[in-house]
Antibody, heavy 115, light 113 residues
Framework: QVKLLQSGAALVKPGDSVKMSCKAS????????IHWVKQSHGKSLEWIGY????????NYNEKFKSKATLTVDKSSSTAYMEFSRLTSEDSAIYYC????????WGQGVMVTVSS | DIVMTQTPSSQAVSAGEKVTMSCKSS????????????LAWYQQKPGQSPKLLIS???TRESGVPDRFIGSGSGTDFTLTISSVQAEDLAVYYC?????????FGSGTKLEIK
């Protein structure tokens, strides 16, 4: 069964960084890209970027280029996103998703930025 | 960036009724080489992750009930639910994947009377 399992919720201080994970199972990890999407409270969806697990190549939304860093660990079939210099505007749920059959999404990571 | 505009922002219908919602893009999503529209519809139920319902503007994903119908081409698209069920309570988003950055509409919230 195809699954994307994300790490748990995070409470971080303004100016800090947060790194979240997305562990893939049930398919060949390097066959499909992983997208990352932001959903601010009660709002729509914003595409952050994607990473190709096979090559490590990335494509970022310009809006998030200086904010997000996408990486993968092929040995554990896990994708990571690090978000830096956090502000209250970064408080949101972050999802990973992959365009394989069924287009699974992770369950989301709630990030709260508060002092 | 391609701007996706969804209307209405919310809609309340009774179970069994037909509902339509619109999605317009700021530029054509029809790729001339393969005649495909790069437009998807997602359903997000309260407290859940989005779920892909329809891709290529009109292709239902496996397991999606046939009451969900996607149509349209170019810049104008529609999602129709032919006979709304109580479990269809959700926010519906359109997304273009014609070009990066991928962009989403603001959503249509479907409420059941």
């Amino acid at each position: 069964q195809v699954k994307l399992l994300q790490s748990g919720a995070a409470l971080v201080k303004p100016g800090d960084s947060v790194k979240m994970s997305c562990k893939a199972s049930g398919y060949t990890f390097t066959d499909y890209i992983i997208h990352w999407v932001k959903q601010s409270h009660g709002k729509s969806l914003e595409w952050i970027g994607y990473i190709n697990p096979y090559s490590g190549g990335t494509n970022y939304n310009e809006k998030f280029k200086s904010k997000a860093t996408l990486t993968v660990d092929k040995s554990s079939s896990t994708a990571y996103m690090e978000f830096s210099r956090l502000t209250s505007e970064d408080s949101a749920i972050y999802y990973c998703a992959s365009p394989l059959p069924g287009y699974p999404w992770g369950q989301g990571v709630m990030v709260t930025v508060s002092s | 960036d391609i701007v996706m505009t969804q209307t209405p922002s919310s809609q309340a219908v009774s179970a069994g009724e037909k509902v339509t919602m619109s999605c317009k893009s700021s530029q054509s999503l029809l790729y001339s080489e393969n005649k495909k529209n790069y437009l998807a519809w997602y359903q997000q139920k309260p407290g859940q992750s989005p779920k892909l319902l329809i891709s290529w503007a009109s292709t239902r994903e496996s397991g999606v009930p046939d009451r969900f119908i996607g149509s349209g081409s170019g810049t104008d698209f529609t999602l129709t639910i032919s006979s709304v069920q109580a479990e269809d309570l959700a926010v519906y988003y359109c997304e273009q994947y014609y070009d990066t950055p991928l962009t989403f509409g603001s959503g249509t919230k479907l409420e059941i009377k």
